[in-house]
């Protein structure tokens, strides 16, 4: 073989080679941020973030879902590159279960818990006995029990946070009997006990406004340092990559903040 026909059967070869192919880089390169999010109000407040996001040119793509689990399982398997739906307690509990090398880059909202009545206006005047519903699942049902002690109807152990259970209680004085439900329930049984402490992405569904209609809310001065304020969560990774402290900023966009403020009238708190 010549020279010539050497130089002509490498170039051949170099174009017959496939190009190498481009990193992907979630935000930049064409490459969208792809984020998980459960169906609601959470995902009403990432489509606002989306949107300030592309301003900037960094695209998101929302990836909608109807359950807890499914938004961890796909992070984990690389399906999505960030969510922003649970709280720490909820992450906790996953990476003890399942194994999640997760970390939380930044906070989101929270939909803020209320105790509600139909039967009374005012927590003092449920009578001795009543029934008062809370989650029956371990991370909103302490929260519920903090909520109650806060009012004054009942008193916890020296110590206790949102993981305690009925059996901190340490005073009673209205022998108030706690009734624990699954959280999706609790809007339904509202007729069939005497109060109830819904968390607001039921409440909100529901009709029901922590802001204006419950008897004992958490409160705007909390959702920055409440453990149930929700997080963008990514994998240990990215946890330094720019396009996660971008989309974590997001959340404290003006018009974000703006957003949430007109569309649920205090149910739904930020918390940056």
């Known amino acids: 073989m010549n020279r010539r026909q050497l130089l002509l059967a490498t170039s051949a070869l170099l174009l017959a080679r496939p190009a190498l192919a481009q990193p992907r880089i979630p935000g930049a390169g064409g490459f969208p941020i792809r984020v998980g999010v459960t169906s609601g109000v959470h995902a009403q407040v990432l489509e606002r ?8 040119n960094i695209p998101v793509r929302i990836t909608e879902f109807g359950d807890f689990i499914q938004p961890n399982a ?15 307690p909820f992450l906790d509990a996953q990476k003890q279960q ?4 997760f970390v939380p880059v930044g906070r989101t909202v ?7 009545s139909r039967k009374v206006r005012r927590l003092e ?13 371990p991370t909103n049902g302490g929260r519920a029990l903090v909520l109650l002690a806060r009012a004054g109807l009942v008193t916890l152990r020296p110590g206790a946070d949102f993981r305690a259970t009925v059996a901190d209680i340490t005073a009673n004085p209205r022998r108030i009997r706690i009734v624990e439900l699954e959280a999706a329930t609790i809007t339904r049984a509202l007729d069939d006990v005497d109060a109830a402490a819904i968390t607001g992405n039921y409440a909100v569904p529901a009709g029901l406004n922590p802001a204006r209609e419950a008897l004992a ?4 001065a909390e959702a920055a340092t409440n453990p149930y304020t929700c997080l963008v969560v990514v994998r240990r990774a990215d946890a330094e990559a720019p396009w996660a402290k971008r989309l974590a900023e997001g959340y404290g966009h003006p018009d974000v903040r703006r957003f949430v403020e007109e569309s649920f009238g205090g ?3 930020l918390g940056v």
């Open 98 to 101: 399942r194994g999640y090398d």
């Open 110 to 116: 929270l939909t803020a818990m209320g105790v509600f």
């Open 125 to 137: 005047d449920l009578p001795n006995g009543a029934r008062v519903a809370i989650p029956n699942d």
């Open 217 to 220: 809310a958490e409160t705007a």
């Open 267 to 269: 149910a739904v708190l």
């Open 49 to 56: 973030v989306r949107d300030v996001l592309a301003r900037d």
């Open 74 to 88: 796909a992070l984990q398997s690389g399906d999505l590159d960030a969510n922003t739906y649970q709280h720490q």
